[in-house]
């Protein structure tokens, strides 16, 4: 018979290329995927599996370069996003139809946020596009999402690895992929920066160089940032914000199965490796398949 699996997949941009290598080696090892619940790239590859299109999903994704990524990226450069987010959903809806989640062959649970409630909203039945886009809608990068008189975003802010939602049946197996694991190096961005740099400047180079000079010296003993900016302080701040809302899930709704990859193993934007990125979540999820099936053959 084969081994009932609850899978819960996470939020965390192109590190979610990972869940296609997981549930690959899940089905490859005699594991039936039961039920779903997913969490932006979370929602999209466990919308797209339940749809019967995960091999179509590997050839597509391993098929882009930076080029493809860049004509599937429909700027708008509105006040409240820089980019649409219509566009790749339309280029995966040519292989994969939309359909109402209801009619999905296995139980499916997909996050998005409520912007203006502050609330955490559960798509279980309706329009499986529609779902991902709100999904997937990361605030300030894609445009929110209007529905039902509010506006959905990313599901990352409340959410990002919704092991709560997930539909259980009787003797099943609860399994997770963490895509935003603790770090395990430094952020580039804290490293030290050459004062060359700054010659790009242009003429304040030499000024700017100054700066620099003063600013090292100030923060030599402490070794922290030259290069903080407000950029990286966003990003860093939502980084640090899915991870710690994962540990909390984890802990709340502990998994049999845990699979966690380190948030910087990838950036959000890494979709032009994503071949290489399938295959470290195939081995990630091989090696705690392997703990687990010791744990319980002893």
Not at 86 to 104: G, N, S, T
Not at 106 to 133: Q, W, Y
Not at 176 to 183: D, L, P, Q
Not at 284 to 297: G, H, R
């Amino acid at each position: 018979m084969a081994k009932k699996v609850a899978l819960v997949l996470a939020s965390g941009g192109a590190r979610g290329m990972a869940h296609i290598g997981a549930i690959e080696e899940l089905e490859s090892r005699g594991y039936q995927i039961s039920s779903i619940a997913g969490c932006s790239i979370g929602s999209l590859i466990g919308g797209i599996y339940a749809a019967g299109k995960i091999s179509e999903a590997r050839d597509w994704f391993s098929s882009l370069d930076k080029r493809d990524i860049l004509s599937l990226t429909d700027f708008s450069f509105g006040l409240s996003h820089l980019v649409k987010g219509d566009r790749v959903l339309q280029a995966i809806q040519e292989w994969v139809p939309d359909q109402k989640i209801e009619d999905l062959p296995i139980p499916c649970a997909f996050v998005a946020t409520d912007f203006i409630h502050s609330e955490e909203v559960v798509f279980r039945s309706g329009s499986l596009f529609t779902a991902i886009r709100a999904s997937i809608s990361i605030p300030m990068c894609f445009e929110p999402l209007e529905y039902n008189d509010t506006l959905l975003v990313d599901g990352g802010l409340v959410n990002p690895l919704p092991l709560n939602q997930i539909a259980r049946t009787e003797g099943d197996i609860l399994a997770a992929v963490n895509i935003s694991g603790r770090s395990v190096i430094e952020p580039a961005w804290l490293l030290p920066s050459s004062p060359a740099v700054f010659e790009k400047m242009g003429r304040l180079g030499s000024q700017a160089e100054k700066l620099w000079n003063k600013l090292a010296d100030d923060l030599e003993e402490t070794k922290l940032t030259r290069n903080i900016n407000y950029l990286n302080m966003v990003n860093r701040t939502f980084d640090l914000q899915l991870q710690a809302n994962c540990r909390t899930m984890i802990a709340m709704t502990k998994p049999d199965i845990l699979v966690e990859m380190p948030q910087d193993a990838y950036t959000t934007f890494d979709f032009d490796k994503a071949a290489e990125i399938m295959n470290r979540g195939r081995e990630l999820m091989a090696k705690q398949l392997d703990s687990y099936e010791q744990a319980i053959n002893q």
